[in-house]
């Protein structure tokens, strides 16, 4: 465990130099904590802890200070500020630690997952103030090649999924050769985009479907196998709902962003630990 957090922490630094992350905020700050120690205890806060008193009540008995070499705990308030301020810089640091990994030419995959906004379930929210209100959920697209994410965009309010892959695609750092999605794909002006992206699109075609070029070539000979690899984006969702929750804790827009920036850090940052370990191993 140690020598994976250590990597780890090595890592996050490397990326966060990167993006010229300044050590303090300001020239008058206190100089307790240098801005990087606090963008590594988020990420390891995601990672370990439900919550942020969880996580204070948690860190003076773990290592994590001394891999630090943190002067004083952080309190709640103090994490939760310091987690909206980093937002774009866990946004970039997400995909950056993903970046060196991707080969020229590799096939990703595309899907939407909900993540409820209220805690709370309605029975209980009936029970207590006498009125039923619906859960909200959140929509979460994400772009996945194996393991890893390399893209994703939160949305609060109502937006088509493929609109969404729409608007992530200008953020992919390295664009993948052939995208693949579900039946929700099936849609020849997305496939007519993808292909003037100069990626290949794959969906299932729709039954009674024949209109449009692609979708006739798709239908006449569908690349089953090279399509079975979706199956990767619903691992992913699953296991991201079990390690990181399945509901945003956050009450506002720019806490349930920052949120969802931190748990995707965290998620990549420990698969790629894991796919380093295990190319050690097979070395051995």
């Known amino acids: 465990m140690a020598v994976d957090w250590k990597r780890g922490i090595r890592l996050l630094r490397k990326q966060f130099r990167k993006q010229g992350l300044p050590d303090y905020w300001h020239k008058n700050s206190p100089k307790i904590y240098q801005v990087s ?41 103090t994490l939760c500020k ?9 946004e970039a640091a997400a995909i950056m630690l993903v970046l060196p990994l991707l080969p020229p030419s590799f096939v990703a995959g595309g899907d939407m997952t909900g993540l409820q ?14 009125s039923y209100s619906r859960r909200g959920f959140a929509r979460l697209e994400l772009i996945v090649w194996k393991k890893f994410i390399i893209g994703f965009e939160l949305r609060l309010m109502r937006k088509d ?23 929700k794909g099936d849609c020849e002006p997305f496939h007519e985009w993808l292909e003037a992206q100069g990626t290949r699109s794959i969906a299932p075609v729709r039954k009674g479907a024949r209109k449009g070029r692609i979708r006739r070539q798709l239908l006449k000979n569908f690349p089953q ?27 506002t827009l720019k806490g349930r962003r920052a949120e969802i920036a931190s748990k995707i850090v ?19």
């Open 82 to 90: 310091e987690e909206k301020r980093l937002r774009p810089y866990l």
């Open 117 to 130: 906004t209220k805690r709370a379930s309605p029975y209980y929210i009936k029970r207590i103030l006498g």
């Open 225 to 251: 196998k090279m399509y079975g690899k979706r199956n990767r984006n619903e691992n992913v969702n699953f296991v991201f709902k079990i390690k990181y929750g399945d509901n945003l804790r956050a009450y």
């Open 37 to 77: 120690q606090h963008a590594i205890m988020l990420v390891f806060y995601r990672r370990c802890c439900r919550s942020y008193t969880d996580f204070v009540e948690w860190l003076p008995n773990s290592k994590l200070p001394e891999y630090l070499r943190l002067k004083a705990i952080p309190d709640e308030g």
């Open 161 to 183: 999924e493929l609109a969404m892959v729409k608007s992530i695609w200008p953020k992919l750092k390295k664009k993948p050769t052939t995208l693949v999605y579900d039946k």
């Open 266 to 284: 965290a998620y990549n940052l420990w698969a790629r630990l894991q796919a380093l370990l295990h190319g050690l191993f097979n070395e051995t």
